[in-house]
C-alpha cells in the first residue's frame, strides 16, 4: 500500500530550475531526484531530495502547525559542519568539506529555512529530517562547486554529508545541541529578565500591606513585596534546576552510529566532533559515556 503510494508520487518533468508561465498561469518546475524506490519529481527551486518529498507525500498532516522544529534543524546545521571539519582531517576531499562547511554556515544562519518543509510525524528515528539535512547540503554544496543538483556528485547526502554518522545518533545529537542553545540563548536569559523585573516589584510594592489569604478567608497581613519576593525565590531556583540539566545535555550520542557500538566510524571521532561543536557554540559539549543510552534519549 506504501509502496503503492509511492509510485503515485513519481512526476517526470524538466530539471529545469524556476517556474515558467503558460497563458498566464505559473507552472512550477520540477527536477527529477533518484532513490532506491526509483524517480520522483521535486520542486526545482528548492534544494531537498528524494526521500524528502517522499517523506512529505507519506505524512502530508498538521503542516502549519508540526513542523519540525527549526531549532533542530539548525542544530543539524551545527552537526554536519563539525562532520565535515572532522571528516576532511580524516580524508574527505577538502573541497567537498569546504562545500559542505559552507552550506551548513547558510542553515545555521537561517538562509535556507524554506528547504525544511517536513513534520514531526515521520518514520523511527527522525531518518527523514536527517536526510532532508544531508540532501539540502549536499545540492547547496553541489551549487557552490558549480555541478548540477540532483546528481548526487561531487557532494552526495549519504557518502560525504552523513559520513560517519546514522540518523540514530545524529538525531538525538541534534536534540540536544537544540536544547542546549535554546536553554542558553533563550530560556536562561528571559527567566532572569523576568526574575529581576519581579525583583524590581517587589522591592518597589515593600510599603504596600495587604491581607493574606487562607482557607478562603483572610488571614494575617503581609506586604505585596514579601509576596513578590516569593515569586523571585522560586524563578531563581527554577534557572538553578534548568542550569543542573545542562551537564547531561552537553553528552552526546555522536560517534554511536547505528546502535550505540560507533560501527563504520572512527576512533576518536565524537570526540573530535564534539571539540568542533564547542568552537561554533561556545558550549562544552562531549561525548556521552554511555552510547547505547544516548541513542535511547
Known sequence: ?????????????????????????????????????????????????????????????????????IAVVRAFGHLKRAAAVVNKDLGMDPKVSAAIVEASDELIAGKLDDNFPLVVWQTGSGTQTNMNV???????????????????????????????????????????????????????????????????????????????RTHCQDAVPLTVGQEFSAYVQQLRYGVERVQGTLPRVYNLAIGGTAVGTGLNTYTGFSERICEELEKTTKLPFVPAPNKFEALAA
Open 134 to 212: 544531508n540532501e539540502v547540503l549536499s545540492n547547496r554544496g553541489i551549487e557552490i562547486l558549480g555541478g548540477q543538483m540532483g546528481s548526487k556528485n561531487p557532494v552526495h547526502p549519504n557518502d560525504h554529508v552523513n559520513k560517519s554518522q546514522s540518523s540514530n545518533d545524529t538525531f538525538p545529537t541534534a536534540m540536544h545541541i537544540a536544547t542546549a542553545i535554546e536553554i542558553q540563548e533563550h530560556l536562561i536569559p528571559s527567566l532572569t529578565a523576568l526574575t529581576d523585573a519581579l525583583d524590581k516589584k517587589a522591592t518597589e510594592f515593600r510599603d504596600i500591606i495587604k491581607i493574606g
Open 1 to 69: 500500500m506504501v509502496l503503492g503510494f509511492i509510485g503515485a508520487c513519481s512526476l517526470r518533468a524538466t530539471a529545469r530550475r524556476g517556474a515558467r508561465h503558460i497563458h498566464g498561469t505559473v507552472v512550477a518546475m520540477k527536477r527529477i531526484e533518484k532513490d532506491t524506490f526509483g524517480e520522483i519529481g521535486v520542486p526545482a527551486d528548492r534544494y531537498w531530495g528524494a526521500q524528502t518529498q517522499r517523506s512529505i507525500g507519506n505524512f502530508d498532516i498538521c503542516r502549519d502547525t508540526d513542523r519540525m522544529p
